[in-house]
């Protein structure tokens, strides 16, 4: 064993979130932090030596942390998978089943895309990172350990629990504390409140953070020591609005701020109102989490430009990407004279429009589909994204589309077009055009007339080689 010198009170790691002030902020985790956690997740969990979990987390986020050390805390196997290998809608799946995983933390809005036959081979099936839909939590029952977990970066990764065999009644809960943690739900002056009232919810205990690198300031803000039944605790204050239950679980209830949480990540909408309005031609913005279809919420900013400025999604879509990771980049932009306001002079987010589901002002020129399969291709985004109109030179991304998305568009075309698409495919080759002549070049071998009888009967194309070639040269 190599000689070492690490206290408990060392920094394990410091890990990035987003900041309501539009700068990110760096979370200090100490090694007793994690410690606390592995021991109290072994635990919850009931992990083993023989568990295999899946890392489906990026090292950017913390719930990294709880795959690697939890798991390999204890004897157990951290199965490392590449970004295609992590798509729902078969990639994933097949992951799954392939490296025997019996653990695995999941999204909401992932396990709603995925074909969830893989429950059945799972020990424990952690869900985590936004609300669960009741009845598709009555489903995912179906593994024989469901947990919801919750918990803050600044409280090292989770500090509350639901065990999926308890009854659910509306939402699902987001459960009790893990062990050696303490959790309070206060109102005004920060004083207990009763069983059904909301308030906000504080985090203490042996996994809470340090709290942030080199932010003084806003460390004196979010971790305060309060006095709380006689004693004096220092807690963090999650921002979380949630209440206690009869059955002695939290309820979350929603956000004070503006802070949301879209498919599983933490994000701080003043950060990307920052980096909006830093553009020369924007007056002003705002930007706003909506839900554009069941279960798929999308960013949407809300930009006024300044007087003579013409602006175009795709150019501020790169501004955005430039500063912002991708999961930040606003998926829809909506162009406004101003901004409405309530009485008191803030903005009106309830007045705010809803994205029109035409195609979006882009660089590229629109120029509509020929052939077969670039129709295909552009009936199919059109469909998943909510947009009216697609051009065969639109990006992907630039409509709005993400990963999640680009996995259902891998569906319907191998569903339509009765051809498998790898992941990564989809990913080189993001706009219509690009895609159709990928499709068409792509060699396979030919198919009895009988098979593209009744693909064709079913509403499905087959691409035969011939087919392919031939669409490749007129497009050309």
């Not at 599983?264 to 031609?281: F, N, P, S």
């Not at 029109?356 to 199919?380: F, H, K």
């Not at 339509?416 to 070049?441: C, E, G, K």
Request: with cysteine; hydrophobic share 40%; net charge neutral.
């Amino acid at each position: 064993n190599p000689d070492h010198h690490t206290t408990p009170d060392h920094l394990a790691y410091v890990i990035y979130t987003s900041g309501s002030t539009g700068t990110p902020k760096g979370v200090m985790i100490q090694h007793s932090g994690v410690v606390n956690m592995a021991g109290a997740l072994q635990t919850e969990y009931r992990l083993h030596r023989g568990s295999r979990i899946l890392q489906f987390a990026s090292l950017a986020f913390d719930g990294s942390a709880f795959e690697i050390y939890s798991v390999l805390g204890i004897g157990g196997t951290v199965v490392l998978a590449s970004r295609p290998q992590l798509m729902p809608g078969g990639e994933l799946e097949n992951t799954i089943r392939t490296y025997g995983i019996n653990t695995i933390t999941l999204p909401p809005s992932v396990l709603e895309r995925a074909d969830t036959a893989f429950l059945d081979q799972l020990d424990v099936l952690i869900v985590g990172g936004e609300a669960s839909n009741p009845e598709s939590w009555l489903a995912w029952q179906r593994c024989p350990r469901l947990i919801n977990g919750y918990g803050p970066s600044e409280a090292t990764v989770c500090v509350v629990t639901y065990d999926g065999r308890e009854a659910v009644s509306g939402s699902v809960p987001i459960g009790r504390p893990v062990a050696n943690t303490e959790v309070f739900v206060v109102g005004q002056a920060d004083r207990l409140v009763p069983v059904g009232v909301p308030g906000e919810l504080l985090v203490g205990g042996a996994s809470l953070g340090r709290g942030y690198l080199n932010r003084p300031e806003l460390t004196a803000e979010k971790f305060v020591e309060v006095e709380i039944g006689g004693r004096v605790r220092r807690v963090y204050r999650t921002g979380d609005l949630v209440r206690w239950l009869p059955s002695g679980n939290l309820e979350f209830l929603g956000r004070i701020d503006t802070q949301v949480k879209m498919r599983g990540i933490r994000i701080e909408l003043g950060e990307i109102e920052t980096r909006l309005v830093a553009h020369q031609d924007v007056a002003s913005a705002t930007a706003v989490l909506r839900e554009a279809s069941a279960g798929d919420k999308r960013l949407v900013a809300y930009v006024v430009p300044r007087r003579g400025a013409t602006l175009d999604t795709t150019a501020m879509r790169r501004w955005c990407g430039a500063s912002l990771p991708d999961y930040m980049v606003p998926a829809a932009f909506v162009y406004l004279d101003a901004l409405p306001l309530t009485p008191n002079g803030k903005v009106d987010r309830r007045a705010l429009p809803a994205p029109e589901t035409d195609r979006p002002e882009l660089s590229a020129q629109y120029v509509a589909p020929r052939g077969e399969i670039e129709t295909a291709v552009a009936g199919i985004w059109a469909e998943v994204l909510g947009v009216e109109q697609v051009g065969i030179h639109d990006n992907f991304f630039d409509l709005g589309g993400h990963s999640l998305l680009l996995a259902q568009v891998r569906g319907r075309l191998a569903t339509r077009l009765d051809v498998p698409i790898p992941m990564v495919a989809l990913f080189q080759h993001t706009s219509v055009r690009a895609l159709a002549l990928y499709l068409s070049d792509r060699d396979t071998a030919p198919v009895d007339d009988t098979a593209v009888a009744r693909s064709r009967q079913s509403g499905r194309t087959r691409l035969s080689q011939r087919r392919r070639r031939s669409t490749s040269k007129g497009d050309s």
